[in-house]
Each structure stands twice: as C-alpha cells, then as structure tokens.
C-alpha cells in the first residue's frame, strides 16, 4: 500500500471505532469518506467548490450531533450559550469575557470594526491584494482608502504601511491579514509585534487570523497577547475554517474591555444561533477533528504541488486551506473552463491575473482537478 493509500486506511480504522463515526457511516459517501459528515464538498446542482476555502470534511461528528441536540432549544433565544462561549474562549485564550465578542462569522466582527472605527478622512490601511471584506466594509463611511503591495516575500509590507501612518499624521486603521487571503502567506509575527509595540493608541490595528490554526511556521504567532495590554489591537477568528462551520456562521474577536464595549455598540442582537453556539463549543476542544483536518489539508496541498511541478506553474508557499498558483492564459477563460468540467475554481484577485487561488478539497477531490489541469495542458490552454 502506498504512503496515501496508508493514511487513509489508518485514519478510517481509526475513527470507525467511535460511536458517532459508525452511526454517520449508515450516510456512506460513493468516495468511500465514511466519516465525513457532510456531503462531498459539492454544490447543489453537483459542482465541486474548490474556491472559497472551506473545509472539506464538514463539521466533526460531536458538532454535529450538539447541533442536533440544540435543535431543542431551537424557541429560545441564545443568549445562555453564546454566555458559555464565550466563557470558554475567554479562559482558553487565558482573558476575562469582556474580552471576548461573537460574530455571525468573523465577518460580521470585521464590519462592526470598520463601523466604529470611521471617520472623516481617516487612514484604512490594506495591502494589496488582501482579503475583500474590510475594503468592502469602508465603502459608505469617509474613509481615505490606501492600499501598499504586499512585498517580495508576500508579506505584509509594514514599512511602507507605518510610512502611511506616518505621512498622514493622524488616527489610523490597519488591517493585516495574517496569513493573508488570496495569497495564503504569512507576515512575519515578530514584525507585526515590533510596530504594535512602537505604535501610539491611535493606529489601531485590525489583525484577521481566520486562518490561524493551519499555520505551522516558526515564526508565525498570534496577535493575541496585545490584546489586554492595548485598546489599539483587535483579534479576529473563525470557525469557518478549521472546525468547517463556514455555513453555521461563528466567528469571534479578542479586545481590549474597552474596545470590545466600543465596537459591540455596532452589533446586532443574537446575530449567532443556538446551533452554531453548541457547534463551537463541541468543536473548540476537539484535538482529533483538527488534527485529522490538518492531516486532510496536507495530503491535498500535497498532491496540488506535485501536479503544479510536474506542469512547472509556478505557486506560492501556502500556510493555509489554498494555494495561490500560476496559470498561463486567461484568468477568466480558465475559470469558465473548469466551470465547463463541473469544477468551481475560484476568482479574481486584481493585481495578481496571472495566477489563481485554488482552495483544497479532500485529496480525491484534488485528484479530479489534477487530472483536468492535465487535460488544459495536453489542449495546450494552461
Ligand atoms: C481572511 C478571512 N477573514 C475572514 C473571513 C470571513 O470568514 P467568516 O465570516 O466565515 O468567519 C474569511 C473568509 O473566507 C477570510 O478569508
């Protein structure tokens, strides 16, 4: 048996042998995924998503079956378990609850941020290309909109950014997604920290780590213990991600008491569900469900290597759920063509035309595009 063939076995016997595996597996998948607790990672009229960076094998089994269970709590209102997460979150993180706020999604604390924070011909810092959501968010408030290349490595380019700062001589925002979508690099931690501690209260810094947890690199940390010390830094997460809950839609932000109380004045009430809380609260400890989605993540950036090589595109190092990677050709054609083979690739990210941002399915799932890329190639369109 092969080194795939091994882990898949190895990681089926094992999770066969729990109670709520072998009840899912009465749902058993045509690909053999036993365990998955979702369908494959296909839209309802049968596409494959591989473009907006969910996590393929859906939610664990013990959030699942904690969803079901709070399906009878469905007629009352959240309140007391969004209470006991955020209790949970705020002793995980070693902070005190007013620490901690939820969001329907990560996305929802990014626009209460962008909300309060806006002022007439204040400074939103972003790089190029980031993340689209905090730009979007900017869009109604006066805010002056600067956007700097990331630099050669991909990073943030914190130096040109703190010279906005700087040139502009007054309050700030920054936005540093780390790692940073669509190019799923990391900006060094250290030198988030050195700018953080050097900066005055009133650049406020805005760090997005939705995609925290899949980073394993030396010199990447969360932002995190800023965030009792100053009233400048905001944390966001999310459960979409790693714990595959993007449609339950929980995320959460890590403040300052002050700077929580601040943006929650921008919140709407009971934006997060009874579902999605138990979903998180069964989810957050779960040490086999992320490591089995690590696992799965590697094995399928694995195989989107191996077949960029074998075609020499070129790609950037990734640190999360997708791969930025070369195409030759048109971006859109490219797109329209794996769209033609059932296959949802991914989008635009202007400056960057000349590549793509693949998001990674399970290692089948990377198999089939794998063999459609193969086919571009020998019909000489990539
Ligand atoms: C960098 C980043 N931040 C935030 C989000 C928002 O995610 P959610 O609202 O599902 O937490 C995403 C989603 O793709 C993302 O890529």
């Given at each position: 048996m092969d080194r795939r063939g091994f882990l898949k076995a190895g990681t089926f016997a094992g999770i066969a042998s729990t109670g709520a595996a072998s009840r899912l597996s009465a749902a058993a998948s045509p690909s053999g995924l036993e365990w998955l607790s979702s369908r494959p990672n296909l839209r309802a009229d049968g596409t494959l998503r591989l473009s907006a960076n969910e996590n393929p094998l859906g939610i664990s089994p013990g959030a699942r079956e904690a969803v079901i269970e709070a399906i009878t709590d469905a007629n009352r209102y959240p309140g007391f378990r969004q209470k006991e997460l955020i209790s949970r979150l705020a002793a995980r993180y070693d902070l005190?609850?007013?620490n901690v706020y939820l969001g329907a999604g990560s996305t929802e604390i990014l626009q209460m941020a962008v909300q309060a924070l806006a002022?007439?011909?204040?400074p939103l810092i972003v790089a190029e290309p980031t993340f689209e959501d905090v730009p979007g968010y900017r869009r109604p408030f006066p805010y002056r909109f600067v956007t700097v290349p990331l630099d050669f490595r991909y990073a943030h380019d914190l130096e040109r950014m703190r010279d906005e700062v700087e040139k502009s001589n007054r309050p700030s925002v920054v936005y540093i997604c780390n790692p940073n979508n669509p190019t799923g690099s990391i900006t060094p931690s250290a030198e988030v920290d050195a700018w953080i501690h050097d900066a005055p209260e009133s650049v406020f810094f805005i760090i997005?780590?939705?995609?925290?947890?899949l980073v394993d690199d030396a010199s990447y940390w969360s932002a995190l213990g800023w965030v009792d010390r100053r009233r400048n830094v905001l944390v966001t997460r999310t459960f979409s991600k790693i714990f595959g809950m993007a449609g339950l839609r929980i995320g959460y932000g890590l403040a300052h008491e002050d700077t929580v109380a601040r943006f929650k004045e921008f919140q709407s009430n009971n934006s997060t569900t009874q579902l999605s809380a138990a979903a998180a609260l069964a989810s957050l400890d779960d040490e086999e469900f992320v490591a089995r989605s690590l696992e799965s993540n590697r094995a399928a950036r694995a195989v989107v290597h191996q077949t960029l090589d074998e075609l020499r595109l070129g790609y950037l190092p990734s640190h999360t759920n997708f791969i930025m990677h070369e195409i030759q050709g048109d971006l859109r054609d490219y797109i329209a063509r794996f769209r033609e083979q059932g296959i949802s690739v991914g989008r635009p990210f202007p400056p960057m035309l000349g590549y793509n941002r693949l998001s990674l399915g399970t290692e089948d799932e990377m198999e089939r595009w794998a063999e459609t890329i193969r086919s571009f190639r020998a019909r000489g369109w990539t």
């Open positions: 005190r609850p007013e002022a007439s011909g204040r997005d780590e939705a995609y925290y947890e």
